[in-house]
DNA sequence: ATGCCAGTAGTCAAGTTTGATTACTGGCCC
DNA sequence: GGGCCAGTAATCAAACTTGACTACTGGCAT
């Protein structure tokens, strides 16, 4: 799965209404295009694809009030939400190790209720949990321990990453439980999208040192 | 930094001559197609395009001894093998949270010598502290910390994998440090892959549930 | 002897991602 | 008043990835 879809559906719901720059500049306020796959060409290819696919409803607007070509403002449709909700859920549930979805993932939380919240990262240890025995298992084969040689590093990194997952996620249950943070149906929701005229703080701030990609 | 020319230069590499089911094998049985894009398409795709870019060599082989339409065997040329080098160190180095290409470079770490190992571990460490630092810093934004609502929980899970990271880094230096492995120059390589008739013992085997991407 | 399955080897079309580029407005500087 | 830069908005070609498919051999059960 990937993160951009997810990205960009979670951008045009909060938005209401939304044309392609705008959720850009939203990904980008949220610091999106540093840990993931979220240029310009994606976002647009993505609502493109996602308006055919019936996941959004594309407006056509007039040539656009400030500079710049037409463009298509999208809403989200029935549908859209119901995929919304889905890829949210299984970013949410899956241990598949890719940061960009994760963080995808946590930064839509707080659209679901809860208890349900807390249900699937409950689902999430657990599937780290079995992918840790699968992996243990490999790791010492019939023949002993480490017959492997170096390989079995490889092995031990993806059970501390797998152990460390799934602290911070049994961090991340606890707090939730100990009633941090305003999810749905709670009132006041987190608003975390950019206002038609206000500025991006984070526009061109200087890039973390991350991007040696 | 894609994981698949890093594996299939490694893999011909490690092979001396080999065509591309040649490396497709060895990749499914160091079980890259559980945790890297190393599909078959895209190790002929990497074979092609590495030729065309002179970092392979393609000797046009006669139709195949058993079954199927004629092979290409690739060789890695001078400037493959740089390549090689300098993807592998930055694999190491690099911080780039992508699981598929640290395991890809742990699994070839014994390419370098000892001393240049360790050297790029320990940069990777300073890097994962600098990345870190830059992330706490915007963590605690000037009003104050935590007008971030939930988001916070983000910044809190990359500043957990990267300590978990670090400290799993420090173990393997320690370890190499010690002794353990054999390295470049260190006499009897590690040979990792499948000599000409050896049948696959991972060929198929039950998977990791992990494949729930 | 026929059919069929497993293994060997590679190709292809469709979809996605990337990075550069286009196009247009408005303000500012000299 | 002309040039140039910053911002707004989107497109495009090229590269890459995916998953399904082709094609051919040999063995083995019927």
Redesign the interface.
């Known amino acids: ?1 990937s993160a951009i879809r997810l990205l960009v559906l979670g951008a045009v719901r909060q938005h209401g209404r939304a044309h392609g720059y705008q959720v850009r500049n939203d990904l980008e306020y ?1 610091g999106a295009h540093e ?1 993931s796959n979220a240029k310009p060409g994606s976002i647009y290819h993505a609502l493109k694809q996602m308006a055919k696919q019936g996941l959004l409803h594309a407006h056509e607007i007039a040539p656009s009030t400030a500079g710049g070509p037409p463009r298509t403002e999208y809403e989200i449709t029935a549908a859209g939400t119901e995929e919304y909700l889905a890829l949210l859920r299984e970013s949410l549930t ?6 960009d979805v ?2 995808a993932g ?2 839509f ?2 659209d679901l209720p809860r208890g349900e919240a807390v249900a699937l990262l409950e689902e999430r240890i657990r ?1 780290i949990e ?2 840790r025995a ?2 243990t298992e ?1 790791y010492v084969p019939e023949d002993g321990p480490a017959q492997l ?3 079995g ?2 092995m ?3 059970v ?2 797998a ?3 799934a ?2 996620t049994r ?2 249950i606890a ?1 939730i439980e100990g009633g ?3 999810f749905a149906g709670e009132g006041e929701p ?1 608003v ?1 999208v950019l206002r038609d005229g206000q500025e991006n703080p984070y526009a061109t701030g200087e890039r ?3 991007d ?2």
Chains 1, 2 share one sequence.
Do not use: C
């Open positions: 799965m949220w840990w899956s241990y598949d190790q890719k940061m994760r963080s946590i930064g939380i707080v599937g079995q992918w699968s992996v490999h040689g170096h390989i590093e490889i031990d990194l993806w501390h990453s152990d460390a997952d602290a911070w961090g991340l707090r941090a943070y305003t987190f975390g973390h040192p991350q040696a990609r």
